[in-house]
């Protein structure tokens, strides 16, 4: 278990302080994996490497599995830092090394075999998919093939924390999905804690049990993935969402007095997000009939998050205030949110 209790970070150069992190307070269970979300300078990398002590908090404590890293001495640090494993971007693997010696490289000097290694790089290499390129050197390599490497070797210390900082942002969407499934099997096989910087909301949404999302060295919103999604609190949590969906495009067009949201005497738009088991429900079918009316779909949109389905529709709708007020309720009372994005 990962916890961070009131940990800040402020960079002092040129006689200028920067604040990066500040007074952060979270607890990320074992076997969980964790998502940090914020734009660029928000202070994630900054946080993410106070857990390993690859950046000192200026004030707060760092408790792995309840033992405050920053009371260690050093040989004790370097032993519990070997619990933590990191993997980057850029992958940093040693170019004039071999596949098979980067990943032996952390087991080097510890006292093992070189049959005890050999069989444990082997396992690793098995384990992320890539025996075959056991004698290739990293230049001989796609981005997805390195980033495959540098996990194996961040595993070959058996670590119980695996730290990645935007692991797959220089990584094609396809490989990316490679990347975050093998991951994801490290995480269920293995049992290891994960922590996932990002910029990118569909990372989050594919592989990780909660968010927190930063902004200006603060944690502005942490929830579990699901709530995050359907009910995000924060409005930069909610700048993030709509990034990952063409729903934000209603506003432009609002803004843009499209033809396409043009209304008539009567006529509204209404925004309607529902989860879970209501979208199984013919609510559409259903309110048509009892209320008389007849929404029009203009956009939609359907994900699965979690094994949870989410879904959000833009309807245009003729209906009287009564009406109106009668549908909303109805449709509250199921759990479905509505918002009326515009009105004749
Ligand atoms: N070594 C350093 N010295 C001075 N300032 C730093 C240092 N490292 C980070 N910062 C500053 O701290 C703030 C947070 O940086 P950090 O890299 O943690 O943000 P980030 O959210 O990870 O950004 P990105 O997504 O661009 O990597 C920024 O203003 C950055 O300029």
Redesign the pocket.
Known sequence: MIQLIDVSKT?I?DNVS?H?VKDVNLTIDQSEIFGVI?F???????LVRCINLLERPTKGQVLIDGVDLLQLKERDLRLHRQKIGMIFQQFNLLASRTVFENVAFPLKHRGISKDKIKEKVLSLLDLVGISDKLCSYPSQLSGGQKQRVAIARALASDPSILLCDEATSALDPQTTKSILKLLKDVNRKLGITIVI?T?EMSVIKEICHRVAV?ENGNVVELNDVISTFSNPQASITKDFINSTSTLSRIDELIQEKSDIVKLNQGERIWRLDFYGSETKEPIIAYISNKYNISPSIIFANVEVVSDTVLGSIIVLVTVSDQIEKDVIQYLNDKQIKVEVIKYA
């Open positions: 960079f150069s920067v990066a914020g660029s300078g928000a202070g994630k990398s900054t910087i910029h930063m």
